[in-house]
């Protein structure tokens, strides 16, 4: 019987090995994930890394939201929305406490496929629930940011961008809106310096998908043209 008697160090190294393992299996779908986090200073590895997640995972929902991160970092949003709306019917018919998690991160997609899609008030809409719901995704706030300013909605605009925490991570987010914001003032030129201190910065966030951020670049050139 004495093989059956448990001592505190028996029973915390027992304990230690299943969270061991839950921890393990919880992260391991996410492996290209973070291996593309490394890599962030790297598009194309990036990129690379986000399509093995869907080709490997397959049906898990974090293939649904990596490849729809892929298909928005190569500017095709159509294709992202495609994989965001699949992500989500896999949430509604596995109501799992995992799932629920991820599907604020395909909502958060799905915002800013509204937003690069020219869809505002959708983008605003969806972005807002977000960060009611999740307090801790601070770029939903970048979201609200630009939204309220292409929307010509100038003091919430600035009220959600003074929302967002002066951290690393969230600088790309925080300059992208202090350019929309002077963009709806009618300050284009401004609007123009921030942009060009993000057009050597392609693929660090979504936010800075170079085609968009050339996009803006041309219609703001053209709007201080005429303002001139």
């Excluded at 590895?45 to 991160?69: C, E, F, G, P, Q």
């Excluded at 601070?138 to 929302?163: K, M, N, Q």
Aim: with cysteine; proline share 2%.
């Amino acid at each position: 019987m004495d093989y059956f008697d448990l001592n505190l160090t028996s029973t915390l190294s027992g304990v230690t090995a299943v969270l061991m393992v839950a921890f393990f299996r919880l992260h391991w779908p996410f492996r290209y994930q973070y291996l593309g986090y490394l890599c962030k200073q790297h598009p194309e590895k990036r990129m690379r890394w986000l399509d093995a997640s869907y080709r490997r995972n397959r049906t898990r929902i974090v293939a649904m939201l990596d490849k729809s991160s892929y298909e928005i970092l190569s500017g095709n949003y159509e294709l992202a929305e495609k994989y965001i709306v699949q992500g989500l019917h896999v949430c509604k018919e596995r109501p799992s406490l995992f799932n629920q998690a991820m599907a604020h991160y395909l909502f958060y997609n799905l915002a800013f496929v509204y937003f690069t899609s020219g869809k505002y008030s959708e983008a605003l809409d969806v972005a807002f629930r977000v960060y009611q719901r999740d307090q801790g995704m601070t770029d939903s706030l970048g979201l609200i940011a630009c939204s309220h300013a292409r929307l010509g909605e100038i003091e919430s605009a600035v009220e959600a961008y003074r929302l967002i925490p002066g951290k690393r991570s969230t600088r790309e987010w925080k300059i992208l809106c202090l350019a929309e914001i002077e963009a709806a003032k009618g300050n284009y030129e401004r609007a123009l310096g921030h942009l060009q201190k993000l057009m050597t910065k392609s693929g660090l966030a979504l936010c800075l998908n170079q085609s968009e951020l050339q996009k803006r670049f041309e219609e703001w050139t053209k709007a201080s043209t005429r303002v001139g």
